[in-house]
């Protein structure tokens, strides 16, 4: 059974850092593309970053570029997501994925998600 726990989300002021961590389980974690999506109250889920099975290819979305960093240690079987310079736009749930093709595919696996709450 596929497990995504995803970790480190919390409250933080305009400006600040976070990290977050997917730890993954149930599934041969460096056969998979992973990602981070995000949902706010009232919007649709969007992907803010995936990152290819041997981290060779990385994709940030627009709003998040230069700022959001995606990672993966295979070893770990964990996916990262450093946030800095976070602002009130960045506030949703963010949920980790994975998938043997792409994040947000057919077949994508869910974690629960994890909230980040940016203050102004």
């Known amino acids: 059974q596929v497990q995504l726990v995803e970790s480190g989300g919390g409250l933080v002021q305009a400006g600040g850092s976070l990290r977050l961590s997917c730890v993954a389980s149930g599934l041969p974690f460096s056969s998979y593309a992973m990602g981070w999506f995000r949902q706010a109250p009232g919007k649709e889920r969007e992907m803010v970053a995936a990152?290819?099975?041997?981290?060779?290819?990385?994709y940030h979305r627009d709003s998040v570029k230069g700022r959001f960093t995606i990672s993966r240690d295979n070893a770990k079987y964990t996916v990262y997501l450093q946030m800095n310079s976070l602002k009130p736009e960045d506030t949703a749930v963010y949920y980790c994925?994975?998938?043997?093709?792409?994040?947000?595919?057919?077949?994508?696996?869910w974690g629960k998600g994890t909230q980040v709450t940016v203050s102004s």
């Open positions: 994925a994975a998938s043997r093709t792409w994040p947000g595919t057919e077949n994508t696996n």
């Open positions: 990152i290819q099975r041997n981290a060779g290819n990385t």
